[in-house]
């Protein structure tokens, strides 16, 4: 009992890690940087790269805000990174107009551009595991709701994206709301979107479990950068 009540080890090694600033997060966070700066020059259509990017300038600013109170560990933010460069590149020529997406879709024969079908599986594939990450860190209660809580966490913000996503698009510019939503002609784009999400984070979710009991160690772990 006492046990199961005592904090595990690793998750307090973790939080003893993140009280310090690592070269790893300040090259990270510069080559970030450099990536959304080239991908904001000229980007195809100004007005939707705004939109696209209002809620990362909240996302960003909700990880500074809680800077002091919590910190991911170095791998959570290279997948946050990550996530957030894919978004970049999809933004800077809308998803529906993605250079990468044009070439895929000629290599592998595809009746569209995919470009955000990949980042939407990205969603849930990238993020979960810092998800988990907070999950584990502020939450007490039995193993499976730590790993139960993060797939329902991103899929809630997979909805709510597509929510939000129609209510800036109409707010903001009608206009572009086609360009901005790139459904592509899909009437059923939102919940292919949100499927692949999940998608995402159930590979997310067993990738990790299979890494702990291979490896008896947690993914940030075993990148100690």
Not at 27 to 55: C, F, H, M, Q
Not at 177 to 192: F, I, P, V
Request: charged share 20%; hydrophobic share 50%.
């Amino acid at each position: 009992m006492e046990r199961a009540r005592s904090r595990p080890r690793s998750l307090a090694a973790a939080d003893a890690h993140q009280k310090r600033v690592t070269p790893f997060f300040k090259g990270l966070l510069l080559a970030y940087a450099l990536v959304w700066i080239a991908l904001a020059i000229r980007p195809k259509y100004p007005s939707d790269w705004l939109l696209e990017n209002l809620l990362v300038f909240a996302l960003v600013g909700a990880l500074v805000a809680t800077w002091r109170r919590f910190r991911f560990s170095d791998f959570s933010y290279f997948l946050i990174a990550l996530f957030l460069s894919l978004h970049a590149y999809g933004a800077h020529y809308t998803y529906s107009e993605a250079e990468l997406g044009y070439r895929m879709e000629e290599l592998f024969g595809w009746s569209r551009n995919h470009y955000d079908r990949i980042v939407h599986f990205s969603f849930g594939l990238l993020l979960t595991y810092p998800v988990r990450e907070i999950v584990q860190r502020t939450l007490r209660g039995r193993v499976f709701w730590r790993w139960l809580l993060p797939l329902m966490i991103v899929l809630s913000m997979s909805a709510g994206y597509e929510i939000v996503e129609s209510w800036v698009a109409r707010a903001v510019s009608p206009e572009l709301g086609t360009a901005y939503l790139g459904t592509q002609g899909d009437q059923w784009d939102s919940q292919k979107d949100m499927a692949l999400a999940g998608a995402g984070a159930i590979l997310a979710t067993l990738a990790t479990e299979a890494c702990r009991r291979l490896t008896g160690k947690e993914a940030r772990e075993l990148f100690p950068w």
